[in-house]
């Protein structure tokens, strides 16, 4: 007997049960889709996080102050950087920490004999509780960031629609403000560009809108678009006030050299708080090796989603092997029949294989289609992205499973005796 007429027989073997093959194929599909939705699911998170991370910059860093006490000694302030002045603080020789970053601290980060891996640095002051008042509209800023003209090049920041504040807006303390997307509609409504030249009130403080920032988007619930930017010292004068810096903000060179800018940074910032690195009193985050350590954790989540889709898929060809026994059983005088007229042990082998990859075949089938649109909606929260080696491997483990689990049924069938198979009730 032929290839041809063993499919032949496969066919008919199929589908002379609809709805017992359906309902085998049923496991098989429910597997493939599986695997393909929750690793690209997977996929889409670390994409995600990817994305969100990357939106400051491989070659970012951010400096902030640490709530730890102890030994140490701070260092007098310096002129603050852009030229804004500062007040001096006397060096009492006391066993103190200088727990707070200063303009001074980020005026020595930009000495570029000690730091020459360092690209940029941005003092950053914030404002809490502020709301922006505008022709009868009001808006409660997500976040209203003060610093210079640098903090722009290094949060990835462009201006969309108008034009950015200069170091001398910093330097004249002049009160002119960048506006994101979602404040900017919010006050002025439409896609809020006519606000533009505008004064917006801030807690009562008048403030000219400069520019409206290009939009970012969400990551999760948090909306990228709801903030403002202006020049710190303008901040410090309406807003803030005088007091340390929330953080500072430093652009490496190169990706490549990230490292080196962050043990520059810390060189630094060691001698101004006379701290080491057991008892440093800041802490500085490292947006590259961030990103490295997420990419990791995501990779690890997608394997771990994959593989618990996949018991789906074992779970259906134990339900291909189950079938098939029963069919082998059901059939057991046919195959006599067959045997006693001359089909041989490969002919009987080949046709109950090939009816279990089939059944397994036409579940891939159906389950990548599923998964692939099964993909195309957000999963709780998550975009989907699928993952080309997902579709592959689903479909492939898929006729694997086929083989594997319809081997044994049709080895069974094969080696029944023909005067047992005739007798067969």
């Known amino acids: 007997m032929n290839i041809g007429e063993s499919t032949r027989f496969a066919v008919q073997g199929v589908t002379s049960n609809k709805m017992r093959s359906a309902l085998t194929t049923l496991g098989i599909l429910i597997g493939v889709a599986a695997v393909i939705i929750l690793v690209a699911v997977g996929t889409g998170s670390s994409k995600a996080v990817a994305d969100s991370i990357s939106r400051l910059g491989s070659n970012t860093l951010t400096v902030s102050s640490s709530s730890t006490t102890g030994g140490g000694r701070g260092g007098p302030r310096q002129p603050a950087v852009g030229g804004a002045g500062a007040t001096a603080s006397p060096n009492s020789g006391t066993k103190t920490r200088a727990n707070q970053l200063t303009m001074a601290d980020a005026q020595a980060l930009t000495d570029k004999a000690a730091a020459p891996d360092v690209l940029g640095v941005a003092p950053v002051v914030s404002a809490s509780s502020v709301t922006a008042t505008y022709s009868g509209a009001s808006h409660s800023v997500g976040t209203f960031t003060g610093s210079t003209s640098t903090y722009l090049l290094i949060d990835n920041d462009t201006v969309a629609t108008g034009s950015p504040f200069t170091d001398t807006d910093y330097s004249e303390h002049r009160r002119v403000a960048l506006l994101g997307v979602t404040v900017a509609k919010d006050l002025a409504g439409g896609d809020g560009t006519s606000i533009v030249g505008k004064t917006v009130a801030f807690n009562g403080k008048q403030f000219t809108v400069l520019g409206i920032l290009t939009a970012k988007g969400s990551t999760g619930p948090q909306d990228q678009d709801d903030r403002v930017v202006a020049p710190a010292t303008a901040v410090q004068d309406t807003l803030a006030g005088y007091g340390s810096l929330s953080s500072i903000s430093v652009k490496a060179a190169s990706s490549s050299t990230t490292s080196a800018a962050q043990s520059e940074v810390e060189a630094i910032l060691d001698g101004r708080h006379h701290v080491t690195a057991a008892d440093r009193d800041y802490s500085v985050f490292n947006s590259a090796a961030l990103l490295s350590a997420a990419t990791s954790s995501n990779a690890t989540f997608t394997v771990l989603l994959g593989a618990v889709a996949a018991i789906s898929l074992l779970v259906g060809g134990i339900g291909v092997m189950n079938i098939m026994l029963v069919t082998v059983t059901e059939r057991t005088r046919e195959i006599g029949i067959r045997k006693a007229i001359g089909a041989g042990k490969g002919d009987i082998v080949s046709q109950f294989l090939l009816e279990a990859v089939m059944l397994s075949l036409f579940g891939g089938?159906?389950?990548?289609?599923?998964?692939?649109?099964?993909?195309?909606?957000?999963?709780?929260?998550?975009?989907?992205?699928?993952?080309?080696?997902?579709?592959?491997?689903?479909?492939?483990?898929?006729i694997a499973v086929g083989l594997f689990f319809g081997l044994y049924p049709a080895n069974r069938a094969a080696t029944l005796r023909p005067i047992d198979a005739l007798r067969h009730e």
């Open 365 to 398: 089938i159906v389950g990548v289609v599923a998964g692939l649109i099964g993909s195309r909606f957000t999963i709780v929260g998550v975009q989907p992205v699928v993952a080309p080696y997902s579709v592959v491997l689903a479909f492939g483990v898929a």
